[in-house]
């Protein structure tokens, strides 16, 4: 798996899959769950609601599959980051999860490439540096013991996250 990083708008990727750093309710919010589904269009909700009405909410750490609508990607891999209230490993863990279980569920759909947003990193008040490390650590364990995935892009919005995430990938 080739690991690339960009600065820039996930929503303009031309990928299988972008991931989405949605809330439990899935059906759109702030940040980079809004603009996906603003630029995705009404196809991303109606198929939100429909995994709503099949299994309820999202919980933090998991992950569902959509289609991209109007999005130059074919899914749209929806995952649920944490809350940082303690800082504690659990929310760190649930961080691990949300890239692990996104990964895994792209592979089960064929995706062979997948563009990662900072999650959790927003109003969700992880720190971006905590955030970015726990990124990386997963998205390297996974490559370790998967290699259908052939490109894997973190896509950072503003320049602090994507200043990190250069020192974090330089590191190799």
Request: neutral net charge.
């Amino acid at each position: 798996m080739k690991i690339i990083l960009l600065q820039g708008d996930i929503t303009k990727m031309e990928v299988d899959a972008i991931v989405n750093a949605a809330n439990t309710s899935l059906l759109g919010g702030g940040g980079v769950d809004g603009a996906i589904h603003r630029a995705g269009g009404p196809a991303i909700l109606e198929a939100c609601r429909k995994i709503r009405d099949r299994q309820g909410r999202c919980a933090p750490g998991e992950a569902v599959i959509t289609t991209a609508g109007n999005l130059p990607a074919r899914f749209v891999i929806h995952t649920v980051g944490p809350v940082w209230n303690k800082g504690n490993d659990e929310e760190k863990q649930v961080l691990r999860n949300a890239y692990l279980n996104s990964l895994d569920l792209a592979v089960k759909n064929g995706v062979q490439t997948i563009a990662f947003p900072n999650i959790s990193t927003g109003v969700y008040r992880f720190p971006k540096d905590v955030a970015a490390a726990i990124a990386v650590a997963a998205v390297k364990e996974f490559m370790s013991q998967d290699d259908r995935i052939t490109h894997l892009i973190f896509v950072c919005f503003e320049k602090e996250n994507y200043d990190i995430y250069s020192g974090l990938l330089s590191q190799n």
